[in-house]
């Protein structure tokens, strides 16, 4: 009897879900596409009624409320009118702007590059035939096991523009997409893929606040020997609600690097899911994020070791006060034959006050017997001794702060390669210390 019970409370819940999804889905359509396209939308919504959107009991979600993600329209978002220079400016890159999701021509850069080529997804989703018909969908539809992720399924089946990128060597200049948020209302999607062949290399920096409520999936497949750096930062729009989700699947002795700022937001959930099916590949995902009020800031990260020797890096730090949440779920799952893996996992804040919150639930699955992996959480204060130390130094209490404060992010920035790009990650960080002083 107790099965029984058991098993109609699941259908029940279910039900729920798929009623919440039923209000969602009546204010969009599918946009129209060519063959491949229409297939893997319908394939979508297929994986998307069965799970229904996500509730708040449900395992993954239980530190962060999904209403503002599930709910028909989009809250109101103030507009943030930026007083700071834009950032990646001084970078030389081939600059992809997206107007509350919508691709703006007039504000990108000529799309030709060396060694890339890139196509809208509104444009290739057009043909019957195209390379990214073995990518859009696939690996978001391989990322839903074990754990369901309606909201990028969801994006799949509904996304109306992005870019499918396809980099056949070393991409000169870094491809920049910059999100832009104009209506107060607005409710975006966009998909963007990547393809790197054996060998190719490329750097894809992002950037912008994109809507008052953004989804976003990103699919990234990288070939055998083949090198993928991300960069990206949201802020300072304080009332946008996101949801993005990253999907990759690595080669033979790849490399796979992705670090995120954020600063801001009234609800960000950052999904991360890797799959490592090559021998002697690398994963590298850091994150650092600072937020007050009712910032509510959530990375989760899987990554499954699926090949011999194979490396990974998830490296999260947050700094939370006046009532800021921030929540880390990450899982190293390393499959029987993966021997030689060397998996780490850190995810640490730094709480300024007694009201700020931090939720961890690190999780490691192993099946192979010859392996190092481990994880590590902590929450802490702000060190009196080392701010009496600077403090005897003639440093400001405030300045001292904002320095212990850098330094406790420091080790997610070094995880950025180009010492450019972490300079401008880390001039970007002091610039918004300095203006958070006293609010």
């Given at each position: 009897m107790a099965g029984v019970a058991k098993g109609t409370a699941k259908q029940t819940a279910l039900a729920k879900k798929q009623e919440v999804l039923s209000q969602r889905l009546a204010a969009l359509t599918m946009p129209e596409g060519g063959v491949w396209a229409t297939e893997a939308r319908k394939s979508a919504l297929a994986r998307l009624n069965g799970m229904g959107l996500p509730a708040p009991r449900d395992e993954y979600w239980r530190f962060t409320r999904p209403h503002g993600l599930n709910a028909p329209e989009a809250e109101r978002a103030a507009i943030f009118h930026a007083d700071e220079p834009p950032l990646f400016g001084a970078f030389d890159s081939l600059r992809i702007v997206f107007v509350d999701g919508v691709f703006s021509a007039e504000d990108s850069s000529d799309l030709t590059g060396e060694g890339v080529v890139i196509e809208r997804l509104l444009d290739a989703a057009r043909k019957d035939i195209h390379w990214v018909k073995d990518l859009y969908g696939v690996l978001e539809a391989r990322g839903q096991t074990p754990v369901e992720r309606p909201h990028a399924a969801l994006n799949t089946a509904f996304a109306t523009d992005g870019v499918v990128v396809r980099v056949t060597g070393k991409a000169t200049k870094p491809i920049h997409l910059t999100y832009r948020h104009e209506t107060e209302t607005s409710d975006a999607y966009l998909h963007n893929v990547v393809k790197l062949e054996p060998g190719a290399e490329m750097t894809l920096l992002e950037n912008g606040p994109a809507a008052a409520r953004f989804n976003k999936v990103l699919e990234v497949e990288v070939g055998d020997g083949a090198r993928f750096h991300h960069i990206r930062a949201q802020g300072r729009d304080h009332e946008r609600q996101a949801f993005t989700a990253m999907f990759a699947r690595l080669g033979t002795e790849s490399l796979f690097k992705s670090f995120t700022l954020t600063a801001n937001g009234k609800l960000t959930r950052n999904e991360c899911v890797i799959e490592m099916t090559g021998d002697d590949a690398s994963a590298h995902v850091a994150g650092a994020a600072l937020g007050h009020g009712d910032f509510h800031h959530d990375d989760t990260v899987f990554i499954t070791h699926d090949a011999e020797r194979c490396e990974?890096?998830?490296?999260?730090?947050?700094?939370?006060?006046?009532?800021?949440?921030?929540?880390?779920?990450?899982?190293?799952?390393?499959?029987?034959?993966?021997?030689?893996?060397?998996?780490?996992?850190?995810?640490?804040?730094?709480?300024?006050?007694?009201?700020?919150?931090?939720?961890?639930?690190?999780?490691?699955?192993?099946?192979?017997?010859?392996?190092?992996?481990?994880?590590?959480?902590?929450?802490?204060?702000?060190?009196?001794?080392?701010?009496?130390?600077?403090?005897?130094?003639?440093?400001?209490?405030?300045?001292?702060?904002?320095?212990?404060?850098?330094?406790?992010?420091?080790?997610?920035?070094?995880?950025?390669?180009?010492?450019?790009?972490?300079?401008?990650?880390?001039?970007?960080?002091?610039?918004?210390?300095?203006?958070?002083?006293?609010?």
């Open positions: 990974s890096r998830q490296v999260f730090k947050k700094v939370l006060r006046k009532g800021a949440v921030g929540t880390f779920q990450g899982k190293i799952l390393v499959k029987r034959g993966a021997q030689k893996t060397d998996g780490y996992q850190k995810s640490q804040s730094l709480l300024l006050d007694d009201t700020a919150n931090f939720l961890v639930k690190p999780e490691l699955e192993i099946y192979a017997d010859d392996v190092a992996c481990s994880h590590g959480s902590t929450s802490g204060a702000i060190d009196e001794d080392m701010l009496f130390y600077l403090r005897a130094r003639g440093i400001d209490r405030d300045t001292a702060m904002d320095l212990l404060v850098l330094a406790f992010v420091a080790e997610a920035i070094e995880e950025i390669e180009d010492e450019g790009l972490a300079a401008e990650m880390t001039g970007r960080l002091e610039g918004w210390l300095m203006r958070r002083r006293g609010a």
